[in-house]
């Protein structure tokens, strides 16, 4: 069964990190791309990046552009995304979801909450 | 960038009704369109990808249709368990846009 679950959520002061990690199981990790999806509070769900199988291909939404370094080991099963300059409307649920190039996300996290607020 | 334009932002229907939802992307994307369904507090599932291709597990009163840049998620016969906010995606390329959804009431 595949599994995907996030942690490393929590609350963080305007202009301050945060890094989630994602821990994969129940499939080949290292053949798959990996990619982070948000939903602010009350919102639709954005797209904020994707990492290629290999770490070759790297993407980034341009709110993100620049702040967030999205990353994985495949040797620990794990995807992780390090967010700096952290902004109040950087505010939500952060899932990690499977998918790759010219593929969908076929399965999604749980997600862990990201609160920035002074 | 590629917009992705979803209709309506929301629709009430009864119980039985055929129900259609529309996204528009402002460029050619083939047919690399997923929509996903998310139950109020739910995690979103993928429901079709491909614009047609139904995910499995779905429920066939489910289906997805495309032309040229419109793309149309169909339920045949709305159920009570449908109730949830849908989102179309475009993933032949980054960014990955999703639209804005479309909430479905009963």
């Known amino acids: 069964e595949v599994q995907l679950v996030e942690s490393g959520g929590g609350l963080v002061k305007p202009g301050g990190s945060l890094r989630l990690s994602c821990a994969a199981s129940?499939?080949?990790?290292?053949?798959?791309?990996m990619n982070w999806v948000r939903q602010a509070p009350g919102k639709g769900l954005e797209w904020v990046s994707s990492?290629?199988?290999?770490?070759?291909?790297?993407y980034y939404a341009d709110s993100v552009k620049g702040r967030f370094t999205i990353s994985r080991d495949n040797a620990k099963n794990s995807l992780y995304l390090q967010m700096n300059s952290l902004r109040v409307e950087d505010t939500a649920v952060y899932y990690c979801a499977r998918g790759g190039t010219s593929s969908p996300l076929d399965y999604w996290g749980q997600g862990t909450l990201v609160t920035v607020s002074s | 960038d590629i917009q992705m334009t979803q209709s309506p932002s929301s629709l009430s229907a009864s119980v039985g009704d055929r129900v259609t939802i529309t996204c528009r992307a402002s460029q050619g994307i083939s047919n690399y369109l997923a929509w996903y369904q998310q139950k109020p507090g739910k995690v979103p599932k993928l429901l079709i990808y491909?614009?047609?291709t139904l995910q499995s597990g779905v429920p066939s009163r489910f289906s997805g249709s495309e032309s040229g840049t419109d793309f149309t998620l169909t339920i045949s016969s709305l159920q009570p368990e449908d109730v949830a906010t849908y989102y179309c995606q475009k993933y032949n390329s980054a960014p990955r846009t999703f639209g804005q959804g479309t909430k479905v009431e009963i």
């Open positions: 491909a614009a047609s």
């Open positions: 129940g499939f080949t990790f290292s053949s798959y791309s």
């Open positions: 990492i290629s199988s290999s770490s070759s291909y790297i």
